[in-house]
């Protein structure tokens, strides 16, 4: 059974961890498997099944999203008392918890599990995390099993890196096709159109809204809880349109039929550059899940993709991946200057190479340029501590400066005599992000902050009470997520017209009634008017919200006209049996003699 167990995410090894030498990688092959392939293959879903066959088991995954859709799947199927869920934002820890589902950051150090797996193994190769996902290649293992999941892209770097493993490929469960240029106006229900900065998105989730009736939409920015939300609207049927970020590229599974590409560059944190055929081809698996077919193509101001760029995205043919990012795990914290010296430490493997200068290292580099905290830290725990508040994430992305101020602020409160961070500092900044007031922008900035004082809030011996703060800190983050989520919703969605529209695709019936002043109301839904035999349609309805205002109109017009109609030949028939009947009585009467008498 576990250990103590100890979730900081420090970068450190993880779990089952082996005692190696710093420079190289341990030979570990025997007893891993690599299950590699497309998306689409049901990597996840083997990893879920294997690890509930175990009395204990780890799976680390990519994002915090996806590591929230795998706890639920695994507590459906295990119970909650029996599962985990350990993220940098978000410990839920059973007492007698079996199955530890996690971040790849976050996956606890001291745990003796049967079963280890990690997901999205490709990732050793990215600038920014790959050195966690290559320490996790080396040294995270199961007593019993491990697994490792990812792109086919892996396979020479495994086989070669931990010489013993068994290789496994899983084939696409569906076909993927490239099914050229479309408009965006043109695109089939179903799609998802891809672009690369927010502005993007939403300029393109406008133009859906005024012709197809709106769009979800999901970028990185969000949280979890937004993202699922906005999720939830194209996966109920709401809206027929996604658009997104390469976010959608991992961690979200849709049903989707089309892949888009508003375009093919972006912005990695560093450089603009085009993506890679890998990279599009992770995003265009999004397309046709389990055994459905999917489709992508080209949008907007992109350029059509070439006939050898088509080929390799159809058949899953990219290029193997060359070097992994590497950190030394043996992290020297005798002093700064030593733990700056461990960190520049170079790899001897050839398929490794030094990580780059990432978000922890930029922070401790700036924050040191301080005086004030290099006299602090003299001892190997100071040090230690002011390594680990360099993996505070940088969410806000206002400067290196000032996120390198936090740390240096935070620090200082932990190394003073108090030995906390004060209560009241921490509730002020607390209190700056819980409005809910404002435009999109505005609550995705506040949702910046609270993320980072939810991630301070689980590091339990820098603050008084932080069981207060996790479940304060929480509450505002939920808060300001289902905020920006109906900001997003009122911006994005027309409600009446993706609510008219779903009806009318799925032929449900709907509620109509039409008024004594002959105003016509579909499912609460003002449409138009009827006087008499005429219909005036809604003058605001315009495009393709008048086509659905019409649409559902003559679902209640057809038999509201014919009811009139009867109720007019009815009227109709009726004067003309008076006047019949009329003419009868004076016929009667004339005969009778007494029609002349009565006559003036």
């Known amino acids: 059974m576990s250990k103590a167990l100890s979730t900081q995410s420090t970068g450190r090894p993880a779990t089952g961890a082996p005692t190696t030498g710093a420079h190289g990688p341990p030979n570990r092959g025997r007893g891993v498997t690599a299950v590699l392939g497309p998306t689409n293959t049901g990597k996840t879903h083997l990893a879920i099944e294997r690890m509930l066959a175990h009395e204990v088991g780890v799976i680390g995954l990519p994002l915090r999203l996806l590591a929230r859709e795998v706890y639920e799947k695994v507590v459906a199927k295990a119970g909650a008392g029996q599962v985990a869920l350990i993220t940098g934002e978000e410990k839920i820890k059973p007492p007698r918890a079996r199955f530890y589902v996690c971040t790849v950051e976050a996956m606890p150090r001291e745990l003796e599990a049967d079963f280890v797996a ?53 084939p696409r469960l569906s076909s993927l096709t490239y099914a050229g240029e479309k408009k965006i106006t043109r695109l089939p229900r179903r799609s998802a159109i891809v672009a690369f900065s927010a502005n993007d998105v939403y300029a393109i989730a406008e133009l859906v809204r005024r012709q197809r009736g709106g769009a979800a939409v999901v970028l990185g920015a969000l949280s979890p809880r937004t993202r699922n939300a906005q999720v939830a609207l194209y996966q109920n049927g709401d809206v027929d349109y996604l658009v997104a970020t390469d976010a959608i590229g991992m961690g979200l599974n849709l049903d989707l039929d089309h892949v888009a590409f508003a375009g093919v560059r972006k912005f990695d944190g560093h450089t ?18 389990h055994m459905n077919d999917g489709t992508f193509g080209v949008t907007g101001q992109a350029q059509p993709f070439d006939a050898e760029l088509i080929e390799r995205l159809e058949t899953h043919s990219f290029d193997q991946v060359g070097v992994l990012q590497w950190r030394s795990r043996t992290l020297d914290m005798a002093s700064i200057e030593a733990l700056k010296e461990s960190l520049r430490e170079m790899p001897i493997h050839p398929r490794l190479t030094r990580s780059r200068m990432v978000d922890d290292v930029i922070a ?9 905290v290099c006299d602090m830290a003299k001892s190997p725990a100071a040090v230690g501590l002011l390594w680990d508040m360099c993996q505070i994430p940088d969410y806000q992305r206002v400067s290196p400066a000032d996120h390198a101020d936090l740390v240096g602020a935070l620090f200082g409160f932990v190394m003073s005599d108090e030995g906390k961070i004060p209560e009241d500092w921490f509730a002020r900044q607390v209190a700056q992000a819980d409005r809910t007031e404002g435009d999109i922008d505005t609550l995705s900035n506040r949702l910046a902050q609270i993320r980072t ?15 207060h703060w996790q479940e304060r800190t929480r509450s505002i983050e939920d808060k300001l997520s289902d905020a920006l989520h109906e900001r997003l919703t009122q911006r994005f969605v027309d409600r009446r017209t993706s609510v008219l529209m779903r009806r009318l695709r799925d032929k449900e019936e709907m509620m109509a009634e039409i008024g004594d002043d002959g105003q016509i109301l579909v499912e609460n839904h003002f449409v138009g008017r009827l006087d008499g035999f005429r219909f005036t349609p809604d003058a605001a309805g315009e495009g393709i919200h008048g086509k659905a205002a019409r649409n559902a109109a003559t679902q209640i017009l057809a038999s509201e006209l014919a009811q009139r109609a009867d109720a007019l030949g009815s009227a109709a028939t009726m004067r003309s049996r008076c006047r019949a009947m009329a003419a009868s009585c004076g016929r009667a009467a004339r005969s009778a003699g007494w029609w002349r008498a009565t006559r003036p």
């Open 118 to 170: 990690i997901d999205e193994i490709q990732l050793a190769a990215d600038g920014e995390r790959g050195h966690v996902f290559t320490n996790r290649l080396f040294h995270a293992r199961g007593t019993s099993e491990t697994l490792l999941l990812g792109a086919a892209t892996m396979r020479d770097a495994i086989r070669e890196l931990l010489p013993g493993a068994n290789l496994v490929s899983r």
């Open 272 to 289: 603009h550059r085009n993506l890679t055929p890998s990279e599009i081809g992770q995003i265009a698996g999004r397309a046709g899940r």
């Open 364 to 372: 401790l580099e700036n924050v040191t340029r301080d005086e004030a």
């Open 453 to 467: 004082w939810t991630f301070v809030s689980h590091r339990a011996q820098w603050l008084h009470d932080p069981e």
